[in-house]
């Protein structure tokens, strides 16, 4: 088991910059892939970006390439997602998951944070 807890919502104006993280606890021993994820309201959760464990290798969805940055800690058990030039779209609850396979699917991966909610204003 994993226990995941994102931090560092907030609101920001648009073109401002947010750091998300997400601290991972429990079973850490295990090489998982970190993803970020979100919902805004009336929507399904989408994919955000994915880091695997050596940091080689990342995914982001085309909407915040450029924009955003995932990276991780490992010595720290934390992952982070860097949002510059914020736009009123990109308002949503944050989640963070843990999971085996880098993927942009949620279903490939096995746990969840309560996510942040994040609100950008134009």
């Known amino acids: 088991q994993v226990q995941l807890v994102e931090s560092g919502g907030g609101s920001v104006q648009a073109g401002g910059s947010l750091r998300l993280s997400c601290a991972a606890s429990?079973?850490?021993?295990?090489?998982?892939?970190m993803g970020w994820f979100r919902q805004a309201p009336g929507n399904e959760r989408e994919f955000v970006a994915a880091?695997?464990?050596?940091?080689?290798?990342?995914s982001y969805a085309d909407s915040v390439k450029g924009r955003f940055t995932i990276s991780r800690d490992n010595a720290k058990n934390t992952v982070y997602l860097q949002m510059n030039t914020l736009k009123p779209e990109d308002t949503a609850l944050y989640y963070c998951?843990?999971?085996?396979?880098?993927?942009?699917?949620?279903?490939?991966?096995?746990?969840w944070g309560q996510g942040t909610q994040v609100t950008v204003s134009s």
């Open positions: 998951a843990a999971g085996g396979v880098l993927s942009s699917g949620a279903r490939r991966y096995d746990y």
């Open positions: 880091i695997t464990w050596s940091g080689g290798s990342t």
């Open positions: 429990g079973r850490t021993d295990y090489r998982y892939v």
